[in-house]
């Protein structure tokens, strides 16, 4: 992903609302499953780290990405904005990254 296509993502993001929150139970196969329900509907989702969870939103944004199959598109406190493009409900579309010339 190019930083362009990741700014544009960001921007998208300021307008969300978090869809989910991680408490203090911290991530479970259950709680993965309904993020990867909403990745497919949505494409861009934020989930938001509550303050009685001890875990840190950098680690769960990374592993929640790697659980999903998805990109950390930014983690601003304890704000977390993933992306994953659908397979059959595709809405967002990216700026085309530009091929470098050698």
Not at 20 to 36: C, D, P, R
Not at 53 to 75: F, G, N, W
Request: with cysteine; glycine share 6%.
């Amino acid at each position: 992903m190019t930083s362009k296509q990741r700014a544009y993502l960001i921007g998208l993001a300021m307008k969300l609302d978090p869809v989910y929150n991680i408490g203090k139970g911290g991530i479970s196969a259950e709680f993965t499953e309904g993020i990867l329900e909403v990745l497919e509907a949505r494409e861009l989702i934020k989930i938001s780290v509550l303050k009685n969870c001890d875990d840190d939103p950098k680690e769960l944004a990374y592993i929640l990405a790697e659980r999903t199959h998805s990109e950390v598109i930014q983690v601003i406190g304890k704000k977390i904005v993933l992306y994953k493009e659908s397979k059959n409900n595709k809405r967002i579309e990216l700026p085309k990254a530009k091929n470098k010339k050698e």
